[in-house]
T-cell receptor, first 114, second 112 residues
Framework: KAGVTQTPRYLIKTRGQQVTLSCSPI?????VSWYQQTPGQGLQFLFE???????NKGNFPGRFSGRQFSNSRSEMNVSTLELGDSALYLC?????????????FGEGSRLTVL | DQQVKQNSPSLSVQEGRISILNCDYT??????FLWYKKYPAEGPTFLIS?????DKNEDGRFTVFLNKSAKHLSLHIVPSQPGDSAVYFC???????????FGTGTRLKVLA
């Protein structure tokens, strides 16, 4: 079974631009979560989707948005990029409807904002 | 407010000895806990989980202990191997929140 796939793996943007990251969950997994990892900050929760519905959102500005499609694939978008948005963005999927359980992570998309 | 804390940024252990990684939390509503291992340039890899109805869970060389009264959990790795050198994250979730809160990680170095 294929794991969680994130694209692109690496990207460089400049301040003010916007970026879209994509995540394909493990087949059959309907819950997709996004996390931001920066040095010293651990993993910060961005949002979680289940069956195209956002069930929770982290404490990030409105420039960060996401969506989930009917095939469970998910995208997140960051508009008006700032230097501080440079981070590793991780997507995770879960088979659990009620959420509690293991998260399966992708390898992440490393965003550098210049 | 950091609800999940890993107060030791780093830990060095000799090969073959026990590694003990600690994690403290403040939210008494957390009822499910995970431990992950992360190598550079890779996504986190799941190690072991524990529900709040248990105080111990074991899987091979990995054992997680949960002390609910102290709001503390620990991961024991016995015996430690050089391949265990990585950053370890604990994470906690409360039912109905659909999210995990992660600690800031502990970098474990196992010395050969």
């Amino acid at each position: 079974k294929a794991g969680v796939t994130q694209t692109p793996r690496y990207l460089i943007k400049t301040r003010g631009q916007q970026v879209t990251l994509s995540c394909s969950p493990i087949s059959g997994h309907r819950s997709v979560s996004w996390y931001q990892q920066t040095p010293g900050q651990g993993l910060q929760f961005l949002f979680e989707y289940f069956s195209e519905t956002q069930r929770n959102k982290g404490n990030f500005p409105g420039r960060f948005s996401g969506r989930q499609f009917s095939n469970s694939r998910s995208e997140m978008n960051v508009s008006t990029l700032e230097l501080g948005d440079s981070a590793l963005y991780l997507c995770a999927s879960s088979p659990m409807t009620g959420f509690a359980g293991e998260l399966f992570f992708g390898e992440g998309s490393r965003l550098t904002v210049l | 407010d950091q609800q999940v804390k890993q107060n030791s940024p780093s830990l060095s252990v000799q090969e073959g000895r026990i590694s003990i990684l600690n994690c403290d939390y403040t939210n008494s509503m957390f009822d499910y806990f995970l431990w992950y291992k992360k190598y550079p340039a890779e996504g986190p890899t799941f190690l072991i989980s524990i529900s709040s109805i248990k105080d111990k869970n074991e899987d091979g060389r990995f054992t997680v202990f949960l002390n609910k009264s102290a709001k503390h959990l620990s991961l024991h790795i016995v015996p430690s191997q050089p391949g265990d050198s990585a950053v370890y994250f604990c994470a906690a979730s409360a039912q109905g929140t659909y999210k995990y809160i992660f600690g800031t990680g502990t970098r474990l170095k196992v010395l050969a």
